[in-house]
């Protein structure tokens, strides 16, 4: 099987396509001078993207990581993300507080989707 690496870098890429499964890095919200709610409605649309990109959705979405600088904010994420998935197709999902790589970064998001 050949891979498929979606906007590659020198250090990582954004994905990559395997078989039937696109693994994607930890997205990013754009703008973090923002509030939870903003950061995890951008971070979400990310993935939209990028799974577009390598040809899946969200209803394909087999797991979830989710870091969040703050647990405090975990009922303001998932406000976001329930209104986001897709009900009867949610994926696996693990959530933990991790100190992330910019100060006002809120959240980070990892998926696996199958295509």
Known sequence: MTLKRIDPGPRMS????????????????????????????????????????GGSDKMKILSAVIWLADISDFAAMNAVWDAWVVPGQTPARA???????DPKMKIEIMVVAAI
């Open 95 to 101: 959530t933990v507080q991790a100190k992330l790589t």
């Open 14 to 53: 954004e994905a990559v396509v395997k078989g039937n499964r696109i693994h994607c890095s930890g997205m990013i919200p754009e703008d973090t001078s923002r509030d939870i709610t903003s950061q995890v409605e951008q971070t979400l649309a990310e993935i939209d993207s990028l799974l577009a990109k």
